[in-house]
């Protein structure tokens, strides 16, 4: 199972970007596929997550109102755009993938599958 993150670059204050997740060897029709984020001295955090069953989108409240995940089923593949992007958006983004859906959609440690992570720098 791999998981295939792409989308990330250098934008302005203002910008937007759509992250891509791609995955590859089995699908997780019965859990969640979502994206986290870490910046230079900080832990992990929750972003986004789609329950693939419900078609249910979460949202941090970091994000809420600026961003939009979304799928194709046909492509077995995540995206999360992200608009009106702010210096503190300056992360690692890590896509990731979990077999069983549950309510702790923000919990990282649930997720078995990982991506690469795509750098994003909002530059001011």
């Known amino acids: 199972v791999q998981l295939q993150a792409s989308g990330g670059g250098l934008v302005q204050l203002g910008g937007s970007l759509t992250l891509s997740c791609a995955a590859s060897g089995r699908t997780f029709s019965r859990g969640a596929m979502g994206w986290f984020r870490q910046a230079p001295g900080l832990e992990r955090e929750f972003v986004a997550a789609?329950?693939?069953?419900?078609?249910?989108?979460y949202y941090a409240d970091s994000v809420k109102g600026r961003s939009t995940i979304f799928r194709d089923n046909a492509k077995n593949t995540v995206y999360l755009q992200m608009n009106s992007l702010k210096p503190e958006d300056t992360a690692v983004y890590y896509c990731?993938?979990?077999?069983?859906?549950?309510?702790?959609?923000?919990?990282?440690?649930?997720?078995?599958?990982w991506g690469q992570g795509t750098q994003v720098t909002v530059s001011s």
């Open positions: 990731a993938a979990r077999t069983v859906w549950a309510i702790d959609y923000w919990n990282s440690k649930q997720y078995g599958y």
């Open positions: 789609f329950r693939w069953d419900a078609n249910m989108k």
